[in-house]
């Protein structure tokens, strides 16, 4: 749009070397300040020490290509480490993760909603429910749910303050009978689907 429109749009103005001088500058300047803005939020987008040692659990513990899904409560999915780097560390399938899928035709955008619909229910009630019905509507089938109880809440990435999630989900995990812990610290609870 910049080189194939607004460029020589400008140059056909009146007084446009005046008006590329200022335009120019501004635009660079511009383009700079919210790169800095964009990347200094990202910055504050880690994995706590205690996922990765989770993550480690999960390289040595489980059979090659198990899918998993990773929920932290995280709803702004450009701001979850957990599920971004867990496929990468640990050799598994996160099957509702999005990074990678930007380069699929037509895979981003249902992904992310994914992604967000999936992190939402652990903030909501009846987690439980809200995790399977997400899963049989999206057609996925996972062998593992791996749960980042000790998040933090966030604001553009940046984190504000440590936050307690997905108890409820826990709780009711803890109680069903397709689903075993095998995996359980004070931040990260790990289950297997037994059917």
Avoid at 68 to 74: K, M, Q, R, V, Y
Wanted: charged share 20%.
């Amino acid at each position: 749009a910049l080189s194939d429109i607004i460029l020589p749009a400008l140059t056909h103005l009146p007084g446009r070397n005046l008006v590329l001088k200022i335009f120019i500058p501004y635009l660079a300047l511009h383009m700079i300040g919210n790169a800095f803005y964009f990347d200094t939020q990202f910055a504050g987008t880690s994995v706590s020490a205690a996922n990765r040692k989770a993550f480690e659990w999960v390289k040595a513990n489980t059979p090659v290509d198990s899918r998993f899904l990773i929920l932290t409560g995280e709803t702004d999915v450009f701001c979850d480490g957990i599920p971004e780097w867990f496929p990468a560390l640990t050799g598994q399938t996160s099957l509702a993760t999005i990074q990678g899928t930007e380069w699929l035709p037509g895979k981003f955008a249902p992904a992310s909603q994914l992604q967000r619909e999936m992190q939402g229910c652990l903030n909501g009630m009846d987690s439980f429910a809200c995790v399977e019905e997400k899963a049989k509507q999206a057609g996925i089938e996972y062998e593992y749910i791996y749960i980042a109880n000790q998040s933090t809440l966030k604001s553009r990435c940046r984190v504000i303050q440590p936050i307690s999630r997905g108890g409820e989900l826990i709780r009711a995990l803890e109680d069903d009978k397709d689903h075993v812990a095998v995996y359980q610290t004070d931040e990260v609870s790990i289950f297997l689907r037994k059917r």
